[in-house]
């Protein structure tokens, strides 16, 4: 038991760490995707920041607002134009891994959760 413990505890602080950058994941892809949308229905970047922050208000509580960047649709949109956002959560921290790894001298690099999403122009 004394062995296998500590190694099951990892392993289940994994577990619960690759679970929340999954999540955090998730959460920057939907608010690339609410950016992408309204910058294809010819909002205003201010307009669409808003509705990326309003989409998915959990990254902010990362330590800070999420890094937004647009590209919009050509005045005259074409078949093939597109808009598109990306937004980065780059204030990602492992809660549990990162203090474990501390214990051996380590400190691991946190990745930084980003996302970029596209959409036809108008559609």
């Known amino acids: 038991m004394a062995i296998v413990l500590p190694l099951l505890l990892l392993i289940v602080a994994g577990i619960i760490d690759l679970g929340r950058l999954f999540f955090v994941q998730n959460?920057?892809?939907n608010a690339a995707r609410e950016g992408a949308r309204m910058k294809?229905?010819?909002?205003?970047d201010a307009q669409a920041t808003t509705r990326v922050t309003n989409a998915s208000p959990e990254l902010s509580d990362l330590g800070g607002a999420p890094t937004v960047t647009f590209v919009?649709?050509?005045?005259g949109p074409g078949p093939t134009s597109a808009a598109s956002a990306t937004v980065s959560a780059p204030?990602?921290?492992?809660?549990i891994l990162g203090e474990v790894a501390s214990l051996f001298g380590a400190t691991p690099s946190a990745p930084d959760p980003t996302a970029t999403a596209t959409m036809r122009c108008l559609g």
């Open 27 to 29: 959460m920057v892809t």
């Open 40 to 44: 294809s229905l010819g909002y205003t």
């Open 72 to 75: 919009a649709c050509p005045v």
């Open 91 to 95: 204030l990602f921290e492992w809660l």
